[in-house]
């Protein structure tokens, strides 16, 4: 069993006076209300340094630096998760367009969305919040 595997069936659930004490107004805003963060103005959409994105929320594993890409997005941008049960998808038709919102499969927190115009082989990119995550040094 994989890490992400024994981590993501410990689901995290609290309520969300829990989740606004924990995280604080602006982590709470994009992992709970599905906010947003400015363009080429959060944390991590210029990171180049080796390690491992995990959820703010919760510190499950998600997406690995050897897969971020430059998407030109001001966001930081994946070509895949770093395992298929680390994200969960699902629809998201708010503001009048079709997009698919990606959230972390162990707390449910907001991460961001996938689009189908990143690299080969994938062809995906995950367009993440940094406000979503954290980033764990490779040591």
Do not use: Q
């Not at 969300?16 to 363009?39: C, M, Q, S, V």
């Not at 703010?56 to 930081?76: A, M």
């Amino acid at each position: 069993m994989s890490t992400v595997e024994a981590t993501r069936s410990d689901r995290v659930v609290k309520t969300e006076d829990e989740w606004r004490a924990l995280l604080g107004p602006e982590r709470y805003n994009i992992l709970r209300r599905e906010g947003t963060e400015p363009a080429f103005r959060n944390k991590y959409w210029n990171n180049h340094d080796p390690g491992t994105y995990v959820c703010g929320g919760c510190g499950l594993p998600l997406f690995s630096s050897d897969d971020k890409f430059e998407s030109g997005t001001g966001w930081p941008s994946f070509s895949k998760p770093i395992s298929d049960d680390a994200v969960n998808v699902r629809p998201d038709d708010r503001f009048g367009m079709r997009r698919t919102s990606v959230e972390c499969a162990r707390c449910g927190g907001h991460l961001g969305h996938v689009f189908d115009d990143g690299p080969p082989p994938e062809g995906t990119r995950y367009c993440m919040n940094s406000g979503s995550m954290d980033f764990k040094p490779r040591r």
